[in-house]
T-cell receptor, first 114, second 111 residues
Framework: QKEVEQNSGPLSVPEGAIASLNCTYSDRVSQSFFWYRQYSGKSPELIMSIYSNGDKEDGRFTAQLNKASQYVSLLIRDSQPSDSATYLCAVNLRGVNNNNDMRFGAGTRLTVKP | DAGVTQSPTHLIKTRGQQVTLRCSPKSGHDTVSWYQQALGQGPQFIFQYYEEEERQRGNFPDRFSGHQFPNYSSELNVNALLLGDSALYLC??????????FGPGTRLTVT
């Protein structure tokens, strides 16, 4: 089982719709969770971080975390063509020495159609 | 406030050669992590440096080594290059327990 799993997509939604991106992780002791957006040919850009169970909202983005189910999601409301990108889920594992060890999913490609 | 910078942008090397990639962290950040990203994949963690020491290492061979300088900048060295080392190499900076911010990356092509 991969440590961080995402549907590779592509996920296609019409402009103005809600895009829902999902991620599951295998390590129960993980404490920190992140969503990055990566445009083609560019480096990942941090868009959300979440540390506690529940929802965290930032503008059109909402991250949801359920540690019991080892599940984290990202909702994008009022999707725009400029949101078309690959979305990477990242989980910060805690090593034996309490060190950071960030693991990424393979990413979900989102296309927002005008 | 300058973000994370990396050099060079692109690099072409031949199998068996050695390469050094450089990274300057975002102002105020003291931790640098290096990642390898193959086409269509997520970034793979290589290692992390904090206080000039390798703090954590991913599943990469000893051909991959690094260094962190007193000003927190960092280098990634790869020896005996293989064709499979062709990838985008990303540097990310953070405070030791914080969110990571990526630089623009170095595209390495091994021929």
């Amino acid at each position: 089982q991969k440590e961080v799993e995402q549907n590779s997509g592509p996920l296609s939604v019409p402009e103005g719709a809600i895009a829902s991106l999902n991620c599951t992780y295998s390590d129960r002791v993980s404490q920190s969770f992140f969503w990055y957006r990566q445009y083609s040919g560019k480096s990942p850009e941090l868009i959300m971080s979440i540390y506690s169970n529940g929802d965290k909202e930032d503008g059109r983005f909402t991250a949801q975390l359920n540690k019991a189910s080892q599940y984290v999601s990202l909702l994008i409301r009022d999707s725009q063509p400029s949101d078309s990108a690959t979305y990477l889920c990242a989980v910060n594992l805690r090593g034996v020495n309490n060190n950071n060890d960030m693991r990424f999913g393979a990413g979900t490609r989102l296309t927002v159609k005008p | 406030d300058a973000g994370v910078t990396q050099s060079p942008t692109h690099l072409i090397k031949t199998r068996g050669q050695q390469v050094t990639l450089r990274c300057s962290p975002k102002s105020g950040h003291d931790t640098v992590s290096w990642y390898q990203q193959a086409l269509g994949q997520g970034p793979q963690f290589i290692f992390q440096y904090y206080e000039e020491e390798e703090r954590q290492r991913g599943n990469f061979p000893d051909r991959f080594s690094g260094h962190q300088f007193p000003n927190y900048s960092s280098e990634l060295n790869v020896n005996a290059l293989l064709l499979g080392d062709s990838a985008l190499y990303l540097c990310a900076s953070s405070l030791v327990e914080g969110e990571q911010y990526f630089g623009p990356g170095t595209r390495l092509t091994v021929t």
